[in-house]
């Protein structure tokens, strides 16, 4: 099926450096979405993408849809502790959604 | 509370014991899907219903069964677990399939097969 690539698989970063992390598949999709997991729980929805080249911004978060709709990244501004977590992209197409395998990102107080 | 909710939170099987994971949601969704999560892998599909007695397979549906008898409820069925099957399994529930819908995710259900 189709695959998606997600970078880098871990970070750790200092409380107030910005993060980027991106997502690239080899099929086009319809719809990108960002989700977080904290620890113990299961993945919320931060932000999602409906249109090609749409940049959308959710607080200190930021996410665009790749004009070829094969590619999605997601920024995080002047990170704080709470941001720790495992970072999840998802490509979906017609009742088919596809996750990367995360990106954990440790933030140093 | 709009919420899903899985049973058990935590489960330790035998090999060949079957077990039932329950999974259920009290916002109407037409919607539910299985998936486990194993590291380096992200979330994988297993099973997915569309709707009330339609289900189809997803990424990894062996050793796996799944019945929608019920709009809110999705159970997932091991009839003979098999340690590769020790994972963290979420259920997930959404307004529709379609564009433009969030899916809720329930706690998860950390499974380990010996």
């Known amino acids: 099926g189709q695959q998606l690539n997600q970078s880098p698989q871990s970070m750790f970063i200092q409380e107030g450096e910005d993060v980027s992390m991106n997502c690239t598949s080899s099929?086009?999709?319809?719809?990108w979405l960002w989700y977080k997991q904290d620890p113990g729980e299961g993945p919320v929805l931060l932000i999602a993408?409906?249109?090609?080249?749409e940049l959308t911004s959710n607080g200190r978060l930021t996410a665009q849809f790749g004009i070829t709709r094969k590619d999605s990244f997601l920024n995080i501004s002047a990170s704080i502790p709470s941001d720790v977590g495992i970072y999840f992209c998802a490509g979906y197409n017609n009742n088919d959604m596809r996750f990367g395998a995360g990106t954990r990102l440790t933030v140093k107080p | 509370e709009a919420q899903v909710t899985q049973n058990p939170r935590y489960l330790i099987t035998v090999t060949g014991k079957k077990l039932t994971v329950t999974c259920s949601q009290n916002?109407?969704?037409?919607?539910m899907s299985w998936y486990r999560q194993d590291p380096g892998l992200g979330l994988r599909q297993i099973y997915y219903?569309?709707?009330?007695?339609?289900?189809d397979k997803g990424d990894v549906p062996e050793g796996y069964k799944v019945s929608r008898k019920e709009k809110r409820n999705f159970p997932l069925i091991l009839e003979s677990p098999s340690p590769n099957q020790t994972s963290l399994y979420f259920c997930a529930s959404s307004l529709t399939g379609g564009l433009n819908t969030e899916a809720f995710f329930g706690q998860g259900t950390r499974l380990t097969v010996v």
């Open positions: 099929s086009i999709f319809n719809t």
């Open positions: 219903s569309m709707n009330v007695e339609v289900t």
């Open positions: 993408l409906y249109k090609a080249g």
């Open positions: 916002m109407n969704h037409e919607y």
